[in-house]
């Protein structure tokens, strides 16, 4: 896995051996972040940036190249919190702009909405299998971590997209292979209106 833009551009980052007790990793794919980036890119200098489902960091770690001015990653395996601590300190990112929650999405999510803090952009990454996308997109919404002007992204599996119970909040769909990336805001006036 490599950076793709912004300062860091170019630098490798560590990922997780392959071990029999390690969880199946799905890292997010050059091409689709290449995308989400390439439409957050000019939003992106001095907000604050949520990693949900972490893994080794990849997208926060972006964001930050990218001028973010702070990112908190959230992922329930402590190797994999470590391993995302060991990207930061490689790219010699002060702790300042970054924090790690190493806990249980619910958790961490009810942890930030009772602290009151908004996020700009939310990236939300989870197990395909697991069908967690109504229980995100209910806490985000309820807990009020998006800032009116922000999006939440999902990436999800093409062949089954997740349905919101209002339509009104998908700013935009795309489709990569067998990866779908959903956009959305809670704010959106009516369905014609667009933030990215």
């Not at 630098?11 to 689709?32: A, E, F, G, I, N």
């Not at 989870?126 to 967690?132: L, M, R, S, V």
């Not at 999006?151 to 990569?176: A, G, Q, S, T």
Request: net charge positive; proline share 5%.
């Amino acid at each position: 896995m490599r950076i793709i833009g912004g300062k860091y551009k170019g630098r490798r980052l560590y990922s997780m051996p392959k071990r029999k007790d390690t969880k199946l990793l799905r890292p997010t794919t050059d091409r689709v972040k290449e995308s989400v980036f390439s439409i957050l890119d000019e939003y992106l200098e001095g907000t604050r940036f949520l990693d949900l489902f972490a893994g080794t960091g990849n997208v926060g770690i972006e964001a930050l190249s990218r001028g973010a001015k702070e990112v908190v990653f959230v992922e329930s395996d402590r190797r994999f919190c470590d391993l995302i601590r060991k990207n930061l300190k490689s790219l010699g990112i002060p702790p300042i702009r970054y924090r790690i929650i190493c806990d249980d999405f619910v958790k961490a999510l009810k942890k930030l909405g009772n602290s009151g803090v908004k996020f700009d952009f939310i990236y939300a990454d989870p197990p395909y299998e697991k069908g967690y996308y109504t229980k995100i997109v209910n806490l985000v919404k309820n807990l009020d971590l998006l800032d009116e002007n922000g999006l939440l992204m999902l990436e999800e599996p093409k062949k089954n997209p997740f349905l919101p119970e209002d339509n009104r909040w998908i700013v935009e769909r795309r489709h990569y292979g067998t990866t779908t990336l959903t956009f959305l805001n809670f704010f959106q006036p009516d369905v014609g209106e667009n933030n990215v």
